[in-house]
């Protein structure tokens, strides 16, 4: 499983100007040049040669560029999505972005969960191999070219979940308010493409009583500005842990996130209790640790 030490590319576009996309002009922008500047990071980390780092460093760096990848592809979505005033149905990249972020935090702070991951490749390619009907020479064949070793059956492994620590719940129990974040991230923003009846019971209320504009009342929820914001902080710090961890340097960043900042005051997205919420309960839990 290797992105980096590859040759340069083409720069990647990511305009969407050829779209009419019904969110704050200024929040478009700003996501649209945070994405850019992803695009530009996984470019700038691609090209590194990070052969002679230790194992778990590795790994580490190739699931991070790998995850960034992917978050880039849902913002875009989620873009396009927005763009025909179906943000309702754009919630579940909004997930799928929350979902990266937070595998890749996992990571970032425990090198056995990296090792673990990568070894968990072995096991998931096993098992769906074998649903697929095909030999296990085949499979192990696949498992020893992606991970870079001549002998497959070395590797054992585990269920993904399993490496990375249990369910979604029992991923975030480090983190702060993590029923609240489980709900507010993983579990409310996949309604909608879940077809769960709590969806459904959304869409009436949107819809009772409409008879103009019948459709745009069941796609649009007028969060999209919200959904936007909070799509746009883990872009960022995508942008922000590529820099670090491949001490690579991108232009603008810090442009972006103050204009973040200042859209927030003006939309209140997230209100200054809010914040200060967090920041307290965020404080009491560093006095925990450091009483432990």
Known sequence: MKFTAQPRHERANVSIKYRDVFTDPEM???????LSQLVQAV?????KDISIDPE???????????????????????????????????RIHLRSLYEYELKIKLLLTDDDKVLKLRDAFAYEMRDFGAKLGKTVTEVDSEIARILGIDDASLVTGTKEKTALGGNVKEQMCDELQPEIRYLGTFSWVSQVSHGSVLALHELAKATDGKTDNFFFHAFSDNKADALLYYALWVVLEFVVLIEREFQVGIPGVEGLIERAATINARLKVVTPEQEATILEMRAKKQEVKRGM
């Open 56 to 90: 778990a460093k590795r790994w580490r760096k190739e699931f991070l560029v790998g995850y960034a990848l992917l978050a880039i592809g849902e913002a875009r979505s989620m873009l396009l999505l927005f763009s025909d005033r179906l943000n309702i149905h754009a």
């Open 43 to 47: 470019g700038a980390a691609r090209i």
């Open 28 to 34: 478009t922008d700003v996501f649209v040049k945070a």
